[in-house]
């Protein structure tokens, strides 16, 4: 095993670690242990990122697909913050089965947990009812997560030993699930060295903890670490199992993405438009803010949700669209996905246009503003990186590559949108992403297969971040 020096540590992190050490009422060095422990019980490939993927073949996931998690109550004072924990799992739209101790059964009923939870409450592990088919062993397996609160001296020692003499132990013996426990009590307890050595020997077979805190005790006048975790911080700390937090690559970063076509009015009634969906712009949207940006999405009009925690701002024309992108700035990223319309009507009626004798009128074109290039060449406020995207019904490559000079951007996302593909309006892209260093006309191109148009948008907010990160 390496040993590692505490004292090589950064100060920040060091401080810390003691801070964290002394709350918990451990040595620094047995501290170093949990969270290294902690560390490996949640690898990406031991906890399940999302809970369903783990369950064992052949048992039933919940039917509601939440996450299910079987909660133990030991029979310490603390039970009766259990029913509270209760309900704050359930806030967190999280499934809780109860199992009552014996010893529990003393502080609080199963009848409350039950009302809590809306679930049948479990206590005997010789209950003919539940047993036919070694319910103990459903109870351990029918879930993402054990959470033992509180976590008596007792329990913690018939666990350090593998003991299986009722529902709560051997429910944990045949678990093959995390397991969260929440100890809790008194100082003396917690501090016995024999409490210590099944703790410390918990640990070691990968089981978690939250708490004990320290703080007054129901004993009169007794105060030390003992306490059990609030249920807030309980919850909390089982919900980070079940659903570990993602990274958040692009979190402080302000990311811009237009979608959707334009509208260019003829008359009030009559417009030009295009069959862009939006849908890979908005998904994007979706993908930068998952990421942990914060994105302003600028739209033409599209008959789409609109992504949460995205700031939506709705335009009609290439001119409206481009006064709010300017309006949008600084931002880091700028990701050009609308397809604007390149030209409007010259005259815009103001009245509906009438059919007369006269003929057939003609429609004057004339260009609207290119918004890539204008926001690509912009002195002072042209963002770090901008991406257009080049929708081609043919020679994509090299009209892409003359766009990414032309425009001056940074990247090009270029797909074909010939109707034969289905892109326009489908959910389905094949794209090709061009990369220019600087000004030169050195371009790379990276041809991706076939994607959802969300895959497109995670892998190119990947690619964004792994930019971003080079470049700050
Ligand atoms: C009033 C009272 C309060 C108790 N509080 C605790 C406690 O907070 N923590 C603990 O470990 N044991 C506590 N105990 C002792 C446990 O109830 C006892 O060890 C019991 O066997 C635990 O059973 P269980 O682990 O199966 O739930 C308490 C006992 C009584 C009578």
Redesign the pocket.
């Known amino acids: 095993m390496a040993n590692l020096t505490i004292r090589k540590l950064d100060d920040a992190v060091r401080d810390e670690l003691r801070l964290r050490a002394a709350r918990s009422g451990r040595s620094v060095e047995d501290e170093v242990r949990v969270i290294l422990g902690e560390a490996v019980t949640r690898l990406p490939s031991e906890v399940p990122a999302t809970v369903s993927a783990q369950r064992p073949h052949g048992l039933p996931a919940s039917a509601s697909g939440l996450a299910r998690l079987t909660l133990i109550i030991?029979?310490?004072?603390?039970a009766y913050k259990a029913l509270d924990l209760i309900r704050r799992l359930k806030e967190r739209r999280i499934e809780v089965r109860c199992v009552l101790?014996?010893?529990?059964q003393?502080f609080v009923t199963p009848l409350a947990a039950s009302a809590l939870s809306h679930e049948r409450v479990y206590t005997d592990l010789f209950d003919a009812e539940s047993e036919f088919d070694a319910g103990h062993i459903r109870l351990a397996r029918e879930c993402d997560l054990i959470v033992v609160a509180?976590a008596?001296?007792?329990?913690i020692a018939k666990m350090a030993h593998g003991h299986a003499d009722?529902l709560?132990s051997a429910i944990l013996l045949a678990a093959n699930r995390p397991i969260l426990l929440a100890p809790?009590?008194?100082p003396l307890?917690w501090n016995n060295a024999a409490t210590r050595r099944n703790v410390l020997q918990l640990r070691r077979d990968g089981i978690l903890t939250v708490g004990p805190n320290a703080g007054e005790m129901a004993e009169a006048g007794e105060a030390g670490v003992g306490r059990m975790a609030e249920p807030t911080e309980i919850a909390a700390a089982a919900e980070h199992i079940l659903r570990p937090p993602q990274p958040r690559p692009l979190a402080g970063k302000r990311v811009l993405i237009t979608a959707g076509p334009t509208h260019e009015a003829i008359d009030p009634v009559r417009y030009i438009a295009n069959r862009s969906s939006g849908k890979q712009g908005f998904a994007i949207a979706t993908a930068a803010r998952s990421a942990g940006a914060e994105v302003v999405l600028v739209s033409g009009p599209v008959d789409l949700a609109e992504p949460a925690g995205v700031s939506v701002i709705s335009v009609e024309s290439a001119r409206d669209m481009l006064h709010r992108v300017e309006a949008a700035l600084p931002v880091d990223v700028a990701i050009f996905a609308a397809a604007v319309a390149d030209w409007r009507v010259a005259n815009e009626g103001e009245q509906k246009l009438k059919k007369t004798a006269a003929g057939v009128p003609s429609l004057q074109l004339v260009e609207n503003p290119d918004i890539l290039a204008t926001i690509s060449k912009l002195k002072d406020k042209r963002p770090p990186l901008v991406i257009g995207f080049a929708a081609e019904t043919e020679h994509l490559i090299e009209n892409a590559k003359a766009k990414i000079v032309r425009k001056g951007c940074d990247w090009i996302v270029a797909n074909d949108v010939s109707p034969t593909t289905g892109v326009m309006g489908g959910d389905r892209n094949t794209v090709h992403l061009l990369t220019r260093e600087g000004e030169g006309e050195d371009i790379s191109v990276d041809s991706w297969p076939v994607m959802t148009k969300e895959q497109v948008a995670t892998e190119l907010v990947a690619r964004i971040a792994g930019a971003v990160e080079t470049k700050s």
């Open positions: 030991g029979g310490g004072i603390a101790t014996k010893a529990a003393q509180p008596t001296a007792d329990l009722d709560a809790a009590m008194n307890m």
